[in-house]
């Protein structure tokens, strides 16, 4: 084992212990060992057999890892059954218990909540995998509903009493949504793990019990139900909530389960019944525009783009609706990247235009000879503001920004060239979109088809700008072979760093 500890012997009881927690003891703690080696010896087997001590210790469960780094108040684990997501909820309550959280800022006595669907999936999920990650030395009581405490695993526990590295206690304490809402009121908390999808009343009262210690909410569950407000605040983001964050597993990502067994329960499932089983999607998808887009796919870390890969912007126009403009980099291959984005309602095209070359500055974004920005733009924008004396295009090109207003305006055409670009023929994505367009992530993730053949007519300005470009030609100015080959490799770069 790598982390194996490495000693020196210096007497009958005495040991040199290493630089650093090699042997996964609590910080500092380390050196109460030093002059004894009898006890550290016994301390170091005792972890060796811990299922905590050995989480992600030689078999690593990446997603897991960045779930346990996030630093977000209100994070969401969507995967399919055995995909290890209620495991690393569990070990998140009990490092979090315990004050030795390995990547985080620990806090003394914190108080919790894991809450569950019912009673009897607590004690046969949520509990059971706290009580096989918690250390039985650590616990100082436990109080059952039902049950005994001296076998709390056959029972269903009420709250229990956890020993931390601050010498104090923390406490858990597990809740059922069968209980009626007002069973969650009235206590402050620090943190609230969710296992499955709670109903939304039962949500919104566990967040008011966290604003007085500025806790955290952690979810982990199979989206069986469709798409429902957890969709829309957690997946979506429709608030653009800083503080909310989602990744997905699948049975692939997790280290425990070989190829051949994926392979074999991928072929006893259904299409539909993979979708949500495996690889822990939302049911109902298929009423989504752009079912294709995969956050661990097609969004990628924030870049700045050489000039031979910038090309132009798109802007979908409003007054009152939101001003919609993203900034577009195509790569040797033909990739596009989506850089940047500038998304706001109720200003004058004077604002917006001095937004546009600030962001444009920023990027180091090429300009035209006359100094002026170039954008596509909708051709609607030809038509007379309400003064009557200019148009949206003439406002623009006053204010150094050079927006051509002949765009393709083909819904369904550009609906298929959105699609072909987030999946090509043979499978490969062809869109990527950097992370700070937090906007146009939101849109494409709720675009969704109304009663009809088209998509619903609301929140759909990134949409709108976003087909113009697509559906366009790219920039007149032809590229070097010298500039093509660089791009091309620095957008496999840009590739390869996908966030997930």
């Known amino acids: 084992m790598k982390d194996r500890l490495k000693t020196e012997k210096k007497s009958e009881n005495s040991i040199s212990l290493p630089s650093g927690n090699l042997i996964g003891l609590p910080s500092g703690n380390a050196r109460l060992y030093s002059g004894n080696a009898e006890a550290l010896i016994y ?73 569950s669907l019912s009673f009897s999936v607590q004690r046969d999920v949520a509990q059971k995998k706290i009580l096989r990650y918690l250390d039985e030395k650590r616990i100082e009581k436990i109080v059952m509903v039902e049950g005994s405490a001296s076998s709390p695993e056959y029972g269903i526990i009420d709250y229990i009493l956890v020993k931390n590295d601050f010498g104090g206690l923390s406490r858990l304490g597990f809740k059922s949504c069968e209980s009626s809402r007002e069973k969650f009121q009235g206590t402050d908390l620090d943190f609230v793990w969710f296992d499955e999808e709670p109903p939304k009343d039962i949500y919104e ?31 979506v983001n429709d608030r653009n909530d800083p503080e909310v964050w989602s990744i997905f597993m699948e049975w692939a990502d997790n280290p425990f389960l070989s190829p051949e ?13 993979l979708e949500t089983r495996r690889y822990g999607r939302f049911a109902g998808r298929e009423g989504l525009v752009y079912p294709e887009f995969d956050p661990s796919v097609h969004i990628v870390k924030p870049f700045t783009p050489p ?3 910038q090309d132009r912007l798109s802007i979908d126009p409003g007054l009152r609706n939101p001003l919609s403009c993203h900034w577009y980099a195509r790569d040797g291959d033909g990739n596009v990247f989506v850089v940047a984005e500038h998304y706001e309602a109720e200003r004058t095209i004077e604002y917006h235009s001095a937004k546009i070359k600030e962001i444009s500055d920023e990027l180091g974004w090429k300009r035209n000879p006359d100094g002026s920005i170039e954008a596509l733009i909708d051709s609607a924008a030809n038509q007379k503001t309400l003064s009557g004396t200019s148009s949206v295009t003439e406002l623009f090109r006053e204010n150094g920004i050079y927006v051509l207003p002949k765009v393709d ?92």
């Open 307 to 309: 000039i031979s890969m």
């Open 261 to 273: 067994a994926v392979r074999a329960m991928t072929a006893s499932m259904s299409r539909d019944e």
């Open 409 to 500: 305006k083909g819904l369904f055409s550009g609906i298929n060239k959105v699609k072909s670009m987030l999946r090509s023929a043979d499978g490969t994505p062809r869109l990527f979109i950097t992370e700070n367009c937090v906007n146009l992530i939101r849109e494409i993730r709720n675009y969704r088809y109304g009663a009809g053949d088209s998509p619903v007519k609301r929140d759909d300005h990134a949409m709108d700008e976003l087909r113009y470009y697509l559906a366009a030609p790219p920039g007149e100015r032809a590229k070097t072979p010298m500039e093509r080959d660089k791009n091309r490799l620095y957008g496999a770069i840009k590739r390869g760093g996908k966030y997930e």
């Open 43 to 115: 301390e170091m087997k005792r972890r060796a057999d811990s299922p905590l001590f050995n989480y992600n210790r030689e078999k690593k469960h990446l997603k897991q890892l960045e779930f346990h780094k996030c630093a977000k108040k209100n994070r969401w684990v969507f995967g399919g059954n055995r995909s290890g997501k209620s495991e690393c909820g569990a070990v998140e309550c009990v490092w979090l218990l315990q004050g030795n959280h390995p990547y985080k800022r620990n806090k003394p006595d914190l108080s919790g909540w894991s809450v």
């Open 205 to 235: 009262e566990c967040r008011m019990r966290l604003l007085d210690r500025n806790g955290e909410i952690f979810g982990t569950m199979t989206p069986l139900k469709g798409l429902t407000y957890i969709y829309d605040r957690i997946y």
